[in-house]
């Protein structure tokens, strides 16, 4: 007889390209990879929001303020789809949240490093969204409904911020000399921890093997960095950036970028702890979370009022 609770009945769905949605059955290991995975996400749309919100109220201009401030309200907008995504996995929000006031959750490397001018704002847009949209376009494919679906909707906002992001960078290398040495300046800082973004090497990608075979990861984190890659050369010509790689070049058999080696220990670093911002993320996400109690707690009292008189009015 076939049996729809077992762990062969699942692998065989996953191969038949089935999307596995919050009822049916999956093995103990695949729910704990998507709660990782996804609420690991959700907290990098959350915490990305502290680079970008540091400029808000030194945008160049009211249309630069408008369009940041709508770009960093999707982020937070993503973060809630993810939380509510990852919530039908049996996991609260509570919880998801402790995970990363304690250091068990990971966020991503990214954004861990300072914005410390306008220019870095045109390179996080650019760079930051242009590496999650590879990575995010592959997870539209993900096997986990909720997930994927979720995917859809956040990519078509992810390619406004990336126009956003080429936008500023392209404006300032139509500017003076100092404007166009602050865009390579934030090229230079901010290439690097975006090819980062991407995971470590195939070879050293723990997760990978489990994440292919049941479809979470549908293209490895170096298939992805390569696509990246190859896209960001020519956009950068384009506007007269250099990449800041003296080791790039295209390999004509492999029709594609030879890039320099990462620097790992700066990554491993990063994702311990220990970069230039974590504490600052931190401090100020936990501050601003214990600040927001009531909010919280006025969001239930109201529901269970509403409840309460529905039940009379019943
Ligand atoms: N940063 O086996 P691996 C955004 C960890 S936000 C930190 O390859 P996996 C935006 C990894 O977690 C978009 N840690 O793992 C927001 C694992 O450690 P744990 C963010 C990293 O999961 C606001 C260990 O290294 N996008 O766009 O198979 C403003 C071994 O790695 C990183 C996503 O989150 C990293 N970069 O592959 C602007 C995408 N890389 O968990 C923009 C969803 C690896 O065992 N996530 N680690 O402690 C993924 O696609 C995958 O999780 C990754 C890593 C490709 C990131």
């Not at 090229?187 to 292919?212: C, E, K, Q, Y």
């Amino acid at each position: 007889m076939h049996n729809e609770h077992s762990d062969e009945h699942f692998q065989k769905r996953i191969d038949n390209g089935e999307y596995i949605e919050p009822r049916d059955y999956m093995p103990e290991g695949y729910r704990k990879h998507l709660i990782r995975q996804m609420s690991q996400h959700a907290h990098s749309e959350v915490i990305g929001m502290q680079p970008e919100g540091n400029w808000i109220t030194r945008a160049p201009s009211l249309r630069a303020k408008q369009i940041l401030l709508a770009k960093i309200q999707d982020e937070g907008g993503h973060g809630l789809y993810l939380y509510s995504a990852a919530e039908t996995l049996g996991i609260s929000r509570e919880e998801m949240i402790d995970n990363l006031h304690t250091g068990k959750a990971k966020y991503s490397n990214i954004f861990n490093y300072p914005s410390l001018n306008w220019a870095d704002i045109g390179a996080i847009g650019w760079l930051v969204d242009g590496a999650a949209i590879v990575n995010q376009v592959s997870l539209q494919r993900t096997s986990y409904g909720p997930y994927s679906r979720a995917m859809v909707r956040i990519c078509k906002e992810e390619s406004f911020h990336q126009r956003q992001g080429y936008e500023i960078m392209a404006i300032m290398m139509r500017g003076t000399k100092e404007q166009q040495a602050m865009a390579q300046d934030a090229m230079n800082r901010w290439w690097w921890p975006s090819l980062m973004m991407f995971g470590p090497h195939d070879i050293d990608s723990p997760h990978t093997g489990d994440a292919v075979k049941w479809r979470i990861k549908r293209e490895s984190n170096d298939t992805l960095r390569q696509k990246f890659i190859d896209k960001t050369v020519q956009q950068a010509e384009v506007i007269g950036l250099k990449m800041p790689d003296p080791d790039l070049k295209w390999n004509e058999a492999k029709q594609c970028y030879d890039h320099g080696a990462i620097n790992w220990d700066e990554f491993k670093r990063v994702i311990k702890g220990d970069g230039p911002c974590n504490k600052q993320r931190m401090a100020h996400h936990i501050k601003y979370h214990n600040e927001g109690e009531w909010v919280r707690e006025a969001a239930e009292a109201f529901k269970a009022k509403k409840l309460q008189k529905e039940l009379v009015t019943a």
